[in-house]
């Protein structure tokens, strides 16, 4: 079947799935097919990018569930991005985010979308970050970006995102304490997820956050003072406050002008991720034709792509 | 490891169980050696429609829909997956079905467009090279 970029995209603007679906595909495996997609839609919509982090099992997708029932209730149209991570071993990956919003699947102003992390550490690829770019373009208003975000690397679901929200679960006591270093100092909302199970633990992990962020201990980024919200994403509770304050935070940003950073930073971003690979790709094959001498043949490589990217610039 | 795929050529399979059957264990351990050759698994699980798992297959773009089925109810079910396909222009994704299915009713399927039907006994590795096969062969005959 042929539909030409063209007619996908057109397709696509109309809210067809098929060919939204199709598209996402030549974004997700031709950097420069992705890059002709992302030139040929409008430039100018206005989204909301929403990253949901935390440690495996915290009941993300199942609170992104919610979510996307009170976004969709408003009349809105939602995109999901969610990442999972693929085997260092096969590169093969069992991507399971889906399950728990199968009863999305079906409405019209939903789009779920599964992307492998295919190895890199921050958990984004190019792909996944030219997706968001490509659902808030095509008229999508809230996307979520989904990802254990592990918060160690340099590019990492922070970096794309207006809004942080960091779920975590009652019970992992002192655990809060290493993990501030990471994905606890980053968040913009915090989620004590699971509540149900855990009455009086949960408060004492509302206690430990609240205190950290009074202290200061949590990045207190653009004068954003970060919330705490308790839910049970099972039962739906808290889902309404949280909203809440979802958009109170963005609220905050559009106000302070950083919305507008930071959708400049994402396309930062995006290109920077785009640079990467390309030159990756086109080392990996430096290394399977010679084999002789890898390391001089890379770092010629490396060198030439430098300088004629300077020469271009400088031109 | 069948890893042979380069990144950017990676197989995409969705593994669904369509109808009202909660026996997963089949789908989940099929699932789980396609993930080990190297395939991206989208698993949708229990209890789903067909309109689900069609959804979930254009929304992914899969190269390869595996559906596991114990209830008994696979022909009126993969009748209603296979006509859905058909109607969204989705019906070059190939489908292949596992599960408690008389031999008697294999023919009835395929003519409607099954590719395969997997038997109890099936070997994993007989389905991981069949799915990676018909997986390659779709990827190979979508044009843009």
Known sequence: MTYGIEGLIKRSLEGDRLAIGRLLTIVERNPEGAGKVIDMLPGDSDFHVIGVTGIAGSGKSTLLNQLITSYVSRGERVAVVAIDPSSRFSKGALLGDRIRMQVHATNKNVFIRSVSTRGLKGGLSFAGVAMVDVFGRLGFNRVFVESIGIGQADVDIMSISDTIVVVTVPGLGDDIQALKAGVMEIGDVYVINKVDKAGEEANRTYEYLRFAIESGELGLRGGWVPRIVKTSAVLGEGVDRLVEVIDEHRDFIVERGLKREKDLWRRRVMVRLLAEKMILDQLMKVEYKSGGDLYMDALKLIKNVVDRVFQRSIQ | ?144
Do not use: C, N
């Open chain 2, 1 to 144: 490891m069948t890893g042979v795929d380069t990144e950017t050529q990676r197989i995409k399979v969705l593994v669904a169980k369509l109808g009202l059957d909660g026996h997963d264990r089949g789908a989940k351990v099929v699932a789980r050696a396609l993930k080990d050759a190297g395939l991206e698994v989208i698993y949708t699980g229990i209890r789903q429609t067909p309109e689900q798992v069609v959804e979930a297959a254009i929304q992914e773009d899969v190269d390869v829909i595996g559906v596991s089925i114990l209830s008994g109810a696979h022909l009126t079910l993969m009748e209603r997956l296979m006509s859905l396909l058909r109607e969204y222009g989705a019906d070059d994704i190939p489908v292949y079905l596992g599960g408690t299915i008389p031999i008697p009713d294999i023919p009835r399927l395929k003519e409607m467009g099954v590719k395969d039907v997997f038997l109890p006994g099936t070997s994993l590795k007989a389905i991981v090279e069949k799915v990676l096969e018909a997986g390659r062969e779709r990827r190979g005959r979508v044009r843009w």
